[in-house]
């Protein structure tokens, strides 16, 4: 029963905030419209909001998204119940040069499969293959693949990559990805990527290049580089930067042609509050907060600091939930009421930030 009132909460709380609700649920513990997710992508409208209930069960069956639509999770790593995984791979793309998936906002979800980004439709051409305003929050990334395309004011924030990568498949251009507030654990970047900015994100756990293969005019600023090497880009930019415990802690990197960069700290501890000294993979046990006396305290580029406390999403550690609020309690005081009565209750409810 609480499972169920605290998603007919998550229901209402939401109403408010994003107009027409659609919820689903493959639980048949946790009823919902749909137990189909690809039946409710099908189902909605543009600017309809999907709430996605968390599930012991991934959601199966290949995802289109060819329409502006919020999809929430209940998180990657729910501390108050299931968390939300969708298991086959999504795409973000157009259906024709008015429709599309721009403007889509995904929240609080994994993604073990691939997250496909193509402006292209059939007949488009190439300045038509836009994709705009979208914006990826809280989730769990494995591998990203951008197609060619233009895309603009395109964010992924407080997001997470373990053993994952973004692996661009085509020119890409526009204002781009702006990459904040992110971890990458033996993760990389790879493709002739151009217009990436990473700003305030960790790199950890890995001992070949971050970015590979034709990397190219990318800027990383404030970021940290925890025994992860921060080579392998060539003509960018890196700003403000600390590396730490890499087999080349050298900032600009030196292994690429044309990296020009100031700020940066080269083989200097950031001093996590909670992190092995002589680094690991990513851990929710982790707080990635800094230590009264790191030198990464206020040394951002714009007087904030390095690392994902600085930035304009800070915090010490990744939420594993969206931001919607849960129910603690429910009590129901009338075992029975009259036909079109009223029925009271008193529910009690925690804010999740």
């Known amino acids: 029963m609480n499972k169920l009132i605290t998603y007919l909460l998550l229901t209402l709380t939401a109403e408010s905030l994003y107009g027409t609700q659609i919820t689903v649920s493959n639980n048949p513990l946790r009823p919902a419209q749909y137990t189909s ?22 959601y199966s069956g290949t995802i289109n998204l060819t329409k502006s639509l919020t999809m929430i999770g209940e998180g990657i790593n729910n501390p108050d119940g299931l968390s939300t995984t969708i298991g086959s791979d999504i795409w973000l793309k157009n259906e024709s040069v008015s429709q599309g998936a721009s403007g889509t906002k995904l929240i609080g979800i994994y993604f073990p499969g691939s997250l496909y980004i193509n402006g292209d439709f059939p ?14 929050d809280r989730c769990r990334l494995s ?9 603009n004011n395109f964010l992924i924030k407080n997001s997470l990559w373990i053993n994952g990568n973004i692996f661009e498949q085509g020119a890409v ?4 990805f702006k990459i904040e507030n992110c971890i990458f654990s033996n993760s990389y970047i790879q493709g002739g990527v151009t217009i990436y900015n990473f700003k305030n994100c960790i790199f950890m756990d890995r001992t070949s290049n971050s970015f590979i293969t034709g990397v190219s005019a990318i800027k990383v600023e404030d970021c940290i580089f925890y025994k992860a090497e921060p080579t392998g880009a060539a003509n960018s930019i890196f700003n403000n930067n600390i590396t730490y415990l890499c087999n080349n802690n050298t900032l ?5 042609t044309g990296n020009t960069g100031t ?8 001093l996590f509050i909670n992190y092995p000294a002589l680094g690991a993979a990513f851990s929710w046990t982790h707080n990635y907060g800094l230590q009264a006396g790191s030198p990464a305290l206020g040394a951002g580029t714009s007087g904030t600091n390095i690392g994902l406390t600085g930035g304009s999403y800070p915090l010490n550690q990744l939420k594993g939930y969206s931001q919607l609020p849960v129910v603690t309690s429910l009590s ?4 029975s009421v009259p036909v079109n009565g009223t ?6 409810a925690k804010a999740r930030n």
């Open 37 to 58: 997710l690809v039946d409710a992508v099908a189902a909605a409208s543009n600017n309809d909001t999907l709430l996605i209930a968390g599930s012991s069960t991934a």
């Open 123 to 136: 007949g488009a051409t190439a300045p038509q293959r836009i994709l705009a305003n979208i914006t990826i």
């Open 143 to 151: 591998t990203v693949y951008p197609y060619a395309g233009i895309y």
């Open 173 to 176: 251009t526009g204002s781009g």
């Open 252 to 256: 600009p990197p030196t292994t690429g």
């Open 263 to 270: 700020g940066n700290l080269a083989n200097t501890n950031p």
């Open 332 to 335: 129901l005081p009338n075992s």
């Open 343 to 348: 029925i009271q209750g008193n529910i009690k």
